[in-house]
């Protein structure tokens, strides 16, 4: 093999190497799907964790508008992108189909709660925010639950 | 005044290579993450980047070339051409990342997408190398940067448990439910962040614009021992403050506004306005260091003229590869590529690189033909033949982890 045959070979095996680390694997078994799913309510308990002690400061006048503004926005496009990655994964049973309902419920509830903190910050709003953001302690809660089930 | 600026060159170039957008949020990531257990990561990387930079410093001071001229010389065309097209493809894609931070701190203070600030960021960018004299953009940017020690300040108004902090960085573990690979993939983004080989290209560079002699062998050293560590201080800050607010909120760091959300906490929007003006210097400082670096190792390479203080009509072709670079690295961040992602594959992938880069200098440093009689002690062979083994340990298992690991995840 001629060093200029090698070249075209590594740049399609890095590239193909590249392509596998950016691909979503599928969930063939329970254990697999669950794990992906406690994987996901950590995820977005730390999008959560973020949006709190964004708001935290925000109560205290700690933290400036725009600057609060794009935390929120860019949590809220996470808890979104989480959401659908998991919808594009396909739960192998029954019982992995419940487990998604379970995780999907909080997942609405976590991206709702977001765009109206996102809204509220958006017009200036700020004094509701730690009305606004007093459901995600509770979905935290949730969703640890539905992460302990990896353990 | 005239000492502490005279430490600029360095302070500017620690700054750009420990707290560019990428460092910025790694550093933020893996306290958020890993608490204080790879704080060590980056005293190993001060100490092997203080060990070679004032090598680049001392062979630019005496032989009155940069470090990518002896590169070529030592190695041979065809080795340099390999190590330039490594440099100049990790430098594109850290300046495109830069780029985008720069406009990502605009966007964080007035809520503008980042996107439109892209072409404004670019444009400024290009006006001071085309106008700035280097001496003045050193100073400006280097001192500027130094705003970003409200991490510092955060850090001690926050009370943490130093002796937590102390324990996890003097005793480092990895963390329940995170794997060795992951943790040592970090390890070498930490590394290769503070080894990344701009730093001493830039730095031997601005030693040559500075027109440093042998009289400036102690500014060499003052700049290297005051500078890097600076940039260890505040790369370790901005881990420990993710480490005490936002891990125990088990946040996942990857955006910048995530990691400045400690100096908030704790010192308030006066902080956050000290930060975004610091990140600002430091990404802009980064993305001057990396577009000028690129500038400098492909004339240097081809012999032509690239002093940057040269009238352009004098040395039209670097400055044509910096515009052409330039523009390169606007189009790619105009298409929405994430500007972390990109610059923490470049740190890693720079990690590979780095045996190209430093064997040379360390060459160069006992050839008397260069340095005379300021050949390396015996001590600093010692020490830089042991970061030289770590160093190609580091490149061999910068590819394979960062496949094992889905680069960190």
Known sequence: VTGSCRWPGLVAGFTLASLLCGCAGSSR??????????NT???????????????????????PAPYLSVTLAEADDDASAVADQLDSRQPPSAAADELRD?????????????????????RGEIDKLAALAKPLTHLDAKLQEIADLDQ | MKRVLQIALGVLTAIGGF????????NGLVGARFGMSLAWVVVVGVVGICLYAEMSGRIAALTKRPVFDLVRERLGPRAALANLLASYFINFLTLTAELAGVAVAIQLATSVNYL????????FMWLVVWKMPFSVLENVYGMLG???????????????????????????????????????YYAIALFGAAMTPYEVFFFSSGAVEEKWGRQDLLTNRMNVYIGFPLGGLLSLSVMACAAVVLQPHGVEVHHVAQVGLPVATAVGKLGIAAMLLGFFAATFGAGLETLMSG???ISQYFGWKWHKDTPARDAARFHTVVLITLFGAMALALTTIDPVTVTEYSVVLSAAALPLTYFPILVVANDRNYVGDKTNSAFTNTLASIYLILIVVVAAATIPLMLATKAGL
């Not at chain 1, 379970?102 to 958006?122: K, P």
């Open chain 1, 29 to 38: 078994t329970d254990d697999d799907y669950r794990e992906k799913v406690a």
């Open chain 2, 146 to 184: 130094l705003f970003l020690l409200v991490f510092v300040v955060a850090l001690w108004k926050l009370g943490p448990d130093w002796g937590h902090l102390v324990s996890q960085a003097t005793n480092p573990t990895v963390p329940h439910g995170e794997g060795h690979p992951t943790w040592f």
């Open chain 2, 116 to 123: 439109l600030w892209i072409p404004v960021v670019g444009l």
């Open chain 2, 295 to 297: 500038g400098y190792s």
């Open chain 2, 19 to 26: 707290v560019d957008i990428g460092d910025f949020v790694t």
């Open chain 1, 102 to 122: 379970r995780l999907d419920e909080l997942l609405e509830q976590t991206v709702s709660t977001l765009d109206d903190l996102r809204i509220a910050v958006r």
């Open chain 1, 41 to 63: 309510a950590e995820a977005i308990q730390g999008l959560i964790g973020t949006v709190q002690v964004a708001v935290s400061a925000a109560a205290r006048d700690h933290i």
